[in-house]
C-alpha cells in the first residue's frame, strides 16, 4: 500500500471514529423513549386500586351479591286482592304448582320500604292466563288454625296476612316440602296452613296490617315460569 494510501485509509478512519459514538448516543436515546412511556403505563396501572364492587374475596368466601336498588312501592290502601276468581275461592290451576315460597325487603338507604312474600310457580311456558292459579290475600285473626285438622299454631307477628291460591305446592297433586319460611324486615315469617282439594294457605306473620298489592311476574331470570308477589306498603322497616 502506498503512502497516499494509507494518509486516506488513516483519514478516514479518523473521520468516523467521533461519529460512531454519536450515532449509538441517538439510538439509545431513541431506545429510552420508545420504552419509557410503557413502563409508565404498566407503573400506573399496578397503582390503580380495584373498585369495591369488583374485588375479589377473601378465599373460601363467597362474594356478597347486593339486590338491584328500587323505588319504594307506592300501592294505595286497598287490604284485599284477588286474580282469577271462581266465586269466592281462588281458581284452581292443573297446570301450575308451587315451587317456593319466600320473603324478601328492599328499598331506601335507611330501611326497607317495600317487603314482599313471592310465591314462585313452575308450569307451561308462555302462562296461559285461563291456566294460571287463582290467589286471595287478606288478613285474618287468630287464633290460627291448620286445616283439616284445627289445630292452633303460633305465628310470630302483630298482623297475620293469609295467602290462598289455588295449586298444589311441591309437586302436581301435593308433595312434600318445607312448611316455614323465615321472613325479612317487618314480615317475620310465614308458615304453611293448609295443603288440600287443589289449594294450598300460607299465613305470614307481620309486624301490622298493612296495604297490600298483588302482582305476577313471567319469564324473568328469578321466575322463568310464574310468580305472584304479594307487596306490603307502608313506612318502616
Given at each position: 500500500m502506498s503512502k497516499e494510501q494509507i494518509a486516506n485509509t488513516a483519514n478516514y478512519t479518523g473521520?468516523?471514529?467521533?461519529?460512531?459514538?454519536?450515532?449509538?448516543?441517538i439510538l439509545l436515546l431513541l431506545a429510552g423513549c420508545?420504552?419509557?412511556?410503557?413502563?409508565?403505563?404498566d407503573s400506573a396501572a399496578s397503582s390503580v386500586p380495584t373498585p369495591p364492587s369488583v374485588a375479589s374475596a377473601a378465599p373460601g368466601v363467597s362474594p356478597t351479591r347486593h339486590l338491584r336498588?328500587?323505588?319504594?312501592?307506592?300501592?294505595?290502601?286497598?287490604?284485599?286482592q284477588?286474580?282469577?276468581?271462581d266465586g269466592d275461592s281462588p281458581q284452581l290451576s292443573q297446570a301450575f304448582?308451587?315451587?317456593?315460597v319466600y320473603a324478601r325487603a328492599y328499598g331506601e338507604k335507611d330501611g326497607a320500604c317495600t317487603r314482599e312474600i313471592v310465591i314462585r310457580f313452575k308450569g307451561p311456558?308462555?302462562?296461559?292466563?285461563?291456566?294460571?292459579?287463582?290467589?286471595?290475600a287478606h288478613y285474618i285473626k287468630p287464633p290460627i288454625l291448620l286445616n283439616p285438622s284445627d289445630k292452633k299454631i303460633k305465628v310470630d307477628g302483630g298482623a297475620f296476612l293469609q295467602i290462598t291460591f289455588g295449586a298444589w305446592m311441591n309437586a302436581p297433586g301435593g308433595g312434600e316440602g318445607p312448611k316455614h319460611v323465615d321472613g325479612q324486615g317487618s314480615i317475620a315469617e310465614i308458615v304453611q296452613t293448609q295443603q288440600s282439594e287443589g289449594k294450598t294457605t300460607w299465613v305470614a306473620g307481620v309486624d301490622e296490617e298493612r296495604p297490600i298489592k298483588f302482582t305476577e311476574s313471567i319469564g324473568t331470570p328469578d321466575c322463568p315460569d310464574l310468580?305472584?308477589?304479594v307487596i306490603l306498603g307502608g313506612e318502616g322497616a
Open positions: 473521520n468516523r471514529a467521533p461519529w460512531v459514538p454519536r450515532m449509538a448516543a420508545d420504552s419509557a412511556p410503557g413502563k409508565e403505563a336498588p328500587r323505588e319504594c312501592a307506592d300501592i294505595g290502601d286497598d287490604h284485599a284477588v286474580h282469577l276468581m304448582f308451587g315451587e317456593k311456558r308462555p302462562a296461559p292466563e285461563s291456566a294460571m292459579p287463582g290467589i286471595d310468580c305472584y308477589r
